[in-house]
């Protein structure tokens, strides 16, 4: 060990721990390897306890089975000791310490300083300041100005009651209970000084340490602080973000309820101007059909007043006929008497004319000649004779002789033999046709 403490190749002392002889320590540490490289190694004497090196080697192979950069190592007086890495402890300590390790968690709140003294002594102190101690020779010290939770490293003597080195957080203390005694004249000559120098470097990397650290965390909190920032950031587009979607959404909600109850209006205003459309059209069909109606009434009134007025008309005519006929007709027969007289002188000359010498028939007056009937105007052409029964019948009644014995008498002269004996030989066939009808006429008026 002092070999290596002497080869200038150590670079940093990782942990040391003497026990109570010359083979007890164990030293760990960092030296520069060929090529400029740290590499961390351990050594320890042959009196180490036998449970340590069976937890620091594999069994079986003998290989070195754990990190010397990570591992911290013990030594007590006798066999006791006590060690660990991150992941596992080994340990072979008075009960009290070892109640006190497992109450407080040690294998996550890893000691701070810890150590084991002679008969039984030790006092460990863990990260969060919790401490525990048996020892008689720091009864002197419990009335000092130091706090033990300031202690940053502490080592009891393994083979010597009471003595011990304490270092705390900001000064150096070495002590025995008798200043007399030959540890504490040792550490006075001797020891203090390299001590008070590892002291010194572990010091200053403690306040590099903790530079670097506070550095670290400065870092860690402005890139907490950035990633605070940045997430706020986010945090209030993706509100913004949100916001703006509501708003998007109500906007398209309201756009839709406005189109909504647009379509509702134009259908509602449709649907009325339908309904006005409709009963508009009902109404001119109606008024229409009403029209219709009324026209027809007209037109219907019209009608019957125009066929009332025509029937009035006609009846007005007819009467103005039958006026006039009856006007004529009794203008007729007043003046029958004279017809017939004048007829019968005619008839009496012509029967007093000599034989053979009659040229004209003496025919009934035309204005004596009215009948009408459709069967007698035919007779009336095809005789020649130009009178039927009816005419004769009212011109000889104007003579008022008319009975039938005048009519026999009458009927004599017209006989066919006797008129024709009268008529001129070149008239007599026309002449004799037309006396002929005149028989038959007074014939037929006589059977009546
Ligand atoms: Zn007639």
């Known amino acids: 060990m002092e070999k290596i403490l002497t080869s200038a190749k150590i670079t940093q002392i990782l942990c040391c721990s003497f026990g109570d002889s010359d083979q007890s320590y164990f ?38 089975r754990r990190n010397a950069q990570q591992l911290r190592v013990v030594l007590g007086p006798g066999q006791s000791f006590v060690a660990w890495d991150p992941k596992s402890y080994r340990w072979s300590i008075p009960e009290a310490l070892q109640n006190w390790l497992i109450a407080h968690d040690c294998q996550k709140n890893s000691p701070k300083a810890i150590t084991l003294g002679y008969s039984g002594d030790y006092f460990v102190i863990n990260k969060s300041g919790s401490y525990s101690y048996r020892s008689s020779a720091l009864k002197h010290y419990e009335n000092a100005r130091h706090s033990w939770k300031t202690i940053h490293y ?13 270092v705390f957080d900001d000064t150096l203390t070495v002590g025995s209970p008798d200043p007399q005694e030959d540890y504490r004249r040792i550490l006075d000559s001797y020891a203090t000084e390299p001590i ?29 602080a950035e990633r605070a920032a940045r997430e706020k950031q986010a945090a209030e587009e993706a509100q913004k973000k949100a916001e703006e979607s509501q708003r998007i959404k109500e906007r398209r909600a309201a756009a839709k309820a406005r189109r909504l109850a647009r379509e509702a209006r134009e259908a509602r205003a449709k649907e009325a101007k339908e309904k006005r459309e409709r009963e508009a059209r009902e109404k001119e069909q109606k008024e229409k059909a009403a029209a219709e109606e009324a026209a027809r009434k007209a037109k219907a009134q019209a009608a019957a007043e125009q066929v009332r007025a025509e029937q009035a008309r006609r ?42 010498t009659l040229k004209i028939f003496p025919a009934p007056p035309k204005e004596a000649c009215e009948c009408k009937l459709i069967g007698c105007v035919q007779r009336k052409k095809d005789t020649g004779l130009g009178a039927c029964r009816h005419d004769m019948e009212a011109l000889l009644k104007a003579s008022g002789k008319y009975d039938i014995k005048w009519l026999r008498h009458e009927r004599l002269a017209w006989h066919p033999d006797r008129f024709g004996r009268k008529c001129d030989p070149f008239k007599k066939e026309v002449l004799v046709k037309k006396a002929t009808e005149m028989w038959e006429i007074m014939e037929e008026l006589i059977e009546e």
């Open 154 to 166: 502490i080592t009891f003597s393994a083979s010597e009651a009471k003595q011990c080195v304490i």
């Open 196 to 224: 008070l120098d590892h002291y010194e470097v572990e010091r200053e990397r403690q306040d590099h340490l903790r530079v670097v650290a506070a550095e670290k965390a400065a870092r860690a909190e402005r890139r907490a």
């Open 315 to 356: 009846a007005k005519e007819a009467q103005a006929r039958r006026l006039k006929e009856e006007r004529a007709a009794r203008q007729r027969e007043a003046r029958r008497p004279q017809l017939y007289a004048d007829w019968a002188a005619a008839c009496e000359k012509a029967k007093e004319a000599p034989p053979a």
């Open 27 to 64: 030293f760990s540490y960092k030296q520069k390897a060929p090529g400029g490289v740290e590499r961390a190694a351990m050594i320890w004497g042959k009196a180490v306890p036998t449970n340590l090196v069976n937890w620091l080697l594999n069994p079986t192979t003998k290989k070195l």
